[in-house]
């Protein structure tokens, strides 16, 4: 390697730390934005009658003959080029863009192409009788969004727009009593073989909660469909939708609540996250992973000393109560991570200073995240506070070199129940 970011040393790739590799990619990746921003001012100049010059029937053309492609590889292109560049009129009279902040923020190498295509199909969706005023605060604040979030979040951004357009919906229909019905056999090993049948109506019902919960993590690079094949991810999908029922306060099991635990630990090991816990009498699972459902599993820790031996028998005192997770839903309105979009029912309440440090259990110490997310903020350089009584997370510097705050702007605009 030749070159690398200029925000890290001029080595070979070898010779750089990951954190090093991540900011030269995010670099590099600007740049490459930046330079397809300049492809999309030279095609929206040739628009202004240069391909007709060139005896081209359009630009899509031209662009296609130059790119040695076809015309539909790069109609998406030449229109995004157009919508984020200005033009010339009779007399050289300059033609405002159609979407010129994000035409700016596209120059700058601070938004994707695909960025300022959600954006771009967004404001096609405003009505015409809408003032240019409104369309332009409209813009801008979705390329304010577009700046630090991702496509979830943005796509959650632009939704809020169609909703703000069309508040009340399609008309719901009238359907007819559905017929059901589900067998199940339980083998020798334990296992349990399903079958069953589902009217259109529970069938779709039934798929528009297990199909997100089985679709691969687009966050999660190592949620990779070729170690986890669809068959696995819809049993585990199938086994999240039980997880969420039992831990409802109206479920017919025996608590009703989170799952009881008992772990046992050393106590020198959970505070340095090293060695192995075992998890009601039977698993291991590491120091690290007894910290995550200290956070919200209703463990009953079984604190040892350095010879193995039981220094104490704790109660669940730590645990989070319904009164409180109430109050986080209310709140967090769902996984208080920027950009994630899982609501509260999916969720996992989190002690920003940890229980066994002192950490308090309530509204002020927890925060609600996401199984994924959970995992993230205690396995990486992520960092999480309170301000104002709202969780403010910071980004590595290999995300952000400024390490600016950000939150959650997805649940935080328009607040749902749980």
């Given at each position: 390697?030749?070159?690398?970011?200029?925000?890290?040393?001029?080595?070979?790739?070898?010779?750089?730390?990951?954190?090093?590799?991540?900011?030269?990619?995010?670099?590099?990746?600007?740049?490459?934005?930046?330079?397809?921003?300049?492809?999309?001012?030279?095609?929206?100049?040739?628009?202004?009658?240069?391909?007709?010059?060139?005896?081209?029937?359009?630009?899509?053309?031209?662009?296609?003959?130059?790119?040695?492609?076809?015309?539909?590889?790069?109609?998406?292109?030449?229109?995004?080029?157009?919508?984020?560049?200005?033009?010339?009129?009779?007399?050289?009279?300059?033609?405002?863009?159609?979407?010129?902040?994000?035409?700016?923020?596209?120059?700058?190498?601070?938004?994707?192409?695909?960025?300022?295509?959600?954006?771009?199909?967004?404001?096609?969706?405003?009505?015409?009788?809408?003032?240019?005023?409104?369309?332009?605060?409209?813009?801008?604040?979705?390329?304010?969004?577009?700046?630090?979030?991702?496509?979830?979040?943005?796509?959650?951004?632009?939704?809020?727009?169609?909703?703000?357009?069309?508040?009340?919906?399609?008309?719901?229909?009238?359907?007819?009593?559905?017929?059901?019905?589900?067998?199940?056999?339980?083998?020798?090993?334990?296992?349990?073989?399903?079958?069953?049948?589902?009217?259109?109506?529970?069938?779709?019902?039934?798929?528009?909660?297990?199909?997100?919960?089985?679709?691969?993590?687009?966050?999660?690079?190592?949620?990779?469909?070729?170690?986890?094949?669809?068959?696995?991810?819809?049993?585990?999908?199938?086994?999240?939708?039980?997880?969420?029922?039992?831990?409802?306060?109206?479920?017919?099991?025996?608590?009703?609540?989170?799952?009881?635990?008992?772990?046992?630990?050393?106590?020198?090991?959970?505070?340095?996250?090293?060695?192995?816990?075992?998890?009601?009498?039977?698993?291991?699972?590491?120091?690290?992973?007894?910290?995550?459902?200290?956070?919200?599993?209703?463990?009953?820790?079984?604190?040892?000393?350095?010879?193995?031996?039981?220094?104490?028998?704790?109660?669940?005192?730590?645990?989070?109560?319904?009164?409180?997770?109430?109050?986080?839903?209310?709140?967090?309105?769902?996984?208080?991570f920027p950009g994630c979009t899982r609501k509260p029912r999916h969720c996992e309440a989190h002690h920003v200073l940890p229980w066994h440090a002192g950490g308090k259990t309530d509204l002020g110490n927890l925060v609600l995240l996401c199984g994924y997310h959970h995992r993230l903020l205690h396995n990486s350089d992520w960092t999480l506070r309170m301000v104002n009584g709202h969780p403010e997370f910071t980004p590595p510097a290999f995300l952000d070199p400024w390490?600016?705050?950000?939150?959650?702007?997805?649940?935080?605009?328009?607040?749902?129940?749980?």
């Amino acid at each position: 390697m030749s070159e690398t970011s200029s925000l890290v040393p001029q080595r070979e790739l070898w010779q750089l730390t990951s954190r090093e590799k991540a900011a030269a990619l995010r670099d590099e990746l600007m740049s490459l934005w930046q330079q397809e921003s300049r492809v999309y001012r030279i095609i929206a100049d040739l628009d202004n009658g240069g391909s007709r010059e060139l005896g081209y029937a359009s630009t899509t053309a031209l662009v296609a003959e130059i790119a040695r492609t076809s015309s539909a590889a790069v109609r998406k292109m030449v229109a995004r080029a157009i919508a984020l560049n200005p033009s010339h009129g009779v007399g050289g009279v300059e033609i405002p863009a159609a979407a010129p902040l994000t035409g700016e923020a596209a120059a700058e190498g601070a938004i994707s192409a695909q960025h300022a295509d959600a954006i771009l199909a967004a404001l096609r969706s405003i009505p015409a009788t809408v003032s240019t005023q409104e369309r332009e605060r409209t813009e801008k604040t979705l390329v304010d969004l577009a700046r630090n979030a991702g496509m979830s979040e943005l796509a959650q951004g632009c939704q809020r727009l169609r909703d703000t357009l069309d508040p009340d919906g399609a008309e719901p229909r009238d359907t007819p009593e559905p017929a059901r019905s589900m067998r199940w056999h339980t083998r020798k090993d334990g296992s349990v073989k399903f079958d069953g049948y589902l009217d259109p109506i529970s069938g779709a019902k039934t798929l528009a909660l297990l199909e997100p919960l089985a679709a691969a993590r687009k966050d999660d690079p190592s949620d990779n469909p070729l170690v986890r094949g669809q068959a696995e991810r819809n049993g585990d999908a199938f086994l999240e939708m039980v997880t969420l029922a039992a831990s409802h306060p109206d479920s017919p099991n025996r608590s009703g609540t989170r799952a009881d635990l008992i772990v046992t630990i050393t106590l020198n090991d959970l505070k340095a996250k090293l060695g192995k816990a075992c998890l009601d009498m039977v698993t291991d699972i590491t120091a690290s992973e007894a910290r995550i459902l200290a956070c919200d599993c209703k463990i009953i820790p079984a604190i040892l000393d350095g010879e193995g031996q039981p220094l104490e028998m704790g109660r669940a005192k730590r645990l989070v109560t319904e009164a409180i997770r109430y109050m986080l839903a209310i709140r967090d309105c769902g996984c208080a991570f920027p950009g994630c979009t899982r609501k509260p029912r999916h969720c996992e309440a989190h002690h920003v200073l940890p229980w066994h440090a002192g950490g308090k259990t309530d509204l002020g110490n927890l925060v609600l995240l996401c199984g994924y997310h959970h995992r993230l903020l205690h396995n990486s350089d992520w960092t999480l506070r309170m301000v104002n009584g709202h969780p403010e997370f910071t980004p590595p510097a290999f995300l952000d070199p400024w390490r600016r705050p950000r939150t959650n702007t997805i649940h935080t605009a328009q607040p749902r129940a749980a």
